[in-house]
């Protein structure tokens, strides 16, 4: 189970296309609240999370993805919850996956030293020990990376490629008429 982790100020575009899309490879997602059932997102779209952060099952997660924008990002590097979750799924290998301001919350946790990583431009210096590559997304080892909302199809069909595999991805990517 992936889960994509929603705090007030998340950038609506980076996570409900993760969702989406993971979703269209038969991949179980579950959105995550933090702070709430119901979180707002950066430009006033409220979603409601299929639950929230305490319910998370660390035994069933193989994965974790967090979107950006500013305020969004801050609010999920100031969860106790949120960094606990990370935390396992670092120790674990679990996939981590973080696009636009995101990425800082890996860089701060020194997560990306010595990896490929990118971001939205301006927050390189928070990736800590991090090759920055300025691409669309970024994908070393068992951490995904994305530039910015603009990306974010691109940082999902990554992610769903590195579950189901190239194929399944580009397939994704033709039914949904994405050009490269």
């Known amino acids: ?3 994509v982790l929603l705090a007030e100020g998340f950038e ?3 996570a409900v296309v993760p969702i989406d899309i993971l979703r269209r490879a038969n991949i179980t997602v ?9 979180v707002n997102g950066s430009h006033g779209i409220p979603i409601v999370c299929d639950g929230v952060i305490s319910d998370a099952d660390r035994s069933a997660m193989t994965g974790i993805i967090l979107p950006g924008g500013l305020k969004g990002a801050h609010n999920l590097e100031d969860s106790k919850e949120a960094q606990k979750l990370l935390d396992f799924a670092a120790e674990d290998g679990r996939l981590i996956c973080a696009i636009c301001a995101a ?3 890996l860089g701060h946790k020194g997560l990306l030293k010595g990896k490929k990583a990118t971001c939205y431009p301006g927050f390189e210096k928070d990736l800590y020990g991090a090759v920055t590559t300025g691409e669309k997304v970024c994908r070393d080892g068992n951490i995904i990376t994305g530039k910015g909302a603009g990306t974010a199809v691109d940082f999902a069909l990554a992610i769903a490629g590195y579950y189901k595999g190239t194929e399944c991805a580009n397939k994704i990517g033709s039914s949904i008429q ?3």
Request: aromatic share 14%; hydrophobic share 40%.
């Open 178 to 180: 994405w050009c490269r």
């Open 12 to 14: 609506e575009i980076e």
């Open 103 to 105: 990425p800082f919350i």
């Open 30 to 38: 579950k959105t995550l609240g933090v702070g709430g059932k119901t």
């Open 1 to 3: 189970m992936v889960y």
